[in-house]
């Protein structure tokens, strides 16, 4: 349970272009402070407070250690609804309560890092938030920007609530300006999930995913409101998706700037 002795919270900033991802988790912790971390394809940083930096809806300035940028957002695209469903209404009871701000937007700026400069002009970006006082103590998450207007953010997760566990799941696919919500308040089943495979059915929707990450960089997360937890992200993976609506094709797209995390 979440007490004000024991709590975090944080925000994921994904940018990324036609071949490069960089994101900025920026949070705070009770026994830790505020902190960023950055992580690219090759390497992750870890810094103890938020220096000279700006996060906002609008977008991002960065100026800490061996980086520099500033990146803008066009207009985002926030859920039309939450994306905890009803388990909204019992965020006090959860280890964690999952938000997304903005599932795509356009992105113009740069950022240059280690000396290195990312060209964001025509890009993507995506932003989501979590909060609460520890992660799950295995999950899946998954969340890919592909070309043709197309986006998904995916987890299924261990959920400890009121004294027993489920396998939870929340997932939002994004296709030419329509939402189409798959989640365990909803009704989906998790046929199938591992590291290099997730299968959710729902109704008449059915959705495969294909993942193919390395081992990722390292990262700080919370455990009881320390940022004590050693996991790994892989920022820059390939994934293929494919969507089904009553065994029709709706789509099927394929990106190598997936991220990925398995904690299991």
Known sequence: MLTKMSYFKGYYFKHQNHNQTISFIVGKSSCCGEFIQVITAHKAYYFKGLGDCFFTDKGVIIDIGNIRGKIRYGKLTPLKYDIMGVFKFFEPLMECSHSIISMRHKLSGWVSIDGEIIDLNGGIGYIEGDCGCS??????????????????????????????????????????????????????????????????????????????????????????????????????????LRFYKAEKLVFDESSAMGSFEWVG
């Open 135 to 240: 992660f799950p103590k295995s999950y899946l998450w998954m969340q890919c920007n592909f070309k043709k207007n197309c986006s998904v953010s995916l987890s299924v997760a261990d959920i400890p609530f009121m004294g027993f566990n489920f396998r939870g799941c929340i997932c939002v696919v994004y296709y030419k300006g329509k939402e189409y919500r798959l989640a365990t308040y909803c009704g989906v089943k998790v046929l199938l999930c591992n590291p290099r495979q997730v299968i959710l059915q729902q109704g008449e929707y059915l959705l495969i995913a294909d993942i193919s990450a390395d081992e990722g960089q390292r990262l700080a997360a919370p455990q009881n409101g320390k940022m004590s937890r050693a996991i790994r992200e892989c920022i820059a993976c390939p994934v293929r």
